[in-house]
Each structure stands twice: as C-alpha cells, then as structure tokens.
Nanobody
C-alpha cells in the first residue's frame, strides 16, 4: 500500500504564504500523478492542483497565478506553494496520489492538513 504524510498547514493572514509538503512511501507502487484537494466546511472536496509523473500540471481557476505545485527529483514528494492567500482558501487540504499498486490503479489520500486564512 501507499502512505501519504502531509505537513505545512497552519494559520496565516490574508496575503501571506504557506508551503505544504506531502511524502509518499510504500512498496510496489508507481506514481501516475499527485495532487492537492481542498475541502471547506460544508462543501465538497475539490481539486486545487495536480502534477503528473511526466511533470504536467493543472490548477483550479481560483488558484492560478497564486499557487504552484512541484515535486522532488525522486517524484515521491509533492509541494504546494501558496502565495497571496485569501480567506476563501481556508479548508482542509488533502494530498492525493493516483498510483499503480502492482498492476491496479488506486487512489490514496493523506490525513489532511488544516489551512486557515484570516482576513
């Protein structure tokens, strides 16, 4: 199986920055893509940013130009640099990976990290 460990959430004022990290570990897995999802209170979990094993990225329209997703050279750790944060960015941020586990494609999730942006 695959384990995802997140870090970097916290409380920040509007206009500030935070950097989230997520490290994937396990055996017999091959990453297809990693990403970050956000869930605000009472709302569904939505994609924030995603990066594929080939390096292609996509972002939610609401974060384009402010957030940057990247990964380390090994490809097992993904980062989300969040700048110019707004109160509407508040929520629990979940790391996700779509990976082959042996020959089966599966989704794995981290435990979530809280990001709170005060106005």
């Amino acid at each position: 199986q695959v384990q995802l460990v997140e870090s970097g959430g916290g409380l920040v004022q509007a206009g500030g920055s935070l950097r989230l990290s997520c490290a994937a570990s396990g055996t017999a897995f091959s990453i297809i893509a990693m990403g970050w999802y956000r869930q605000a209170p009472g709302k569904q979990r939505d994609l924030v940013a995603r990066i594929t094993a080939g390096g292609s990225t996509n972002y939610a329209d609401s974060v384009k130009g402010r957030f940057t997703i990247s990964r380390d050279n090994a490809g097992n750790t993904v980062y989300l640099q969040m700048n110019s944060l707004k109160p509407e960015d508040t929520g629990v941020y979940y790391c996700n990976t779509e990976s082959y586990y042996y020959t089966v494609v599966r989704d794995y999730w981290g435990q979530g990290t809280q990001v709170t942006v005060s106005s």
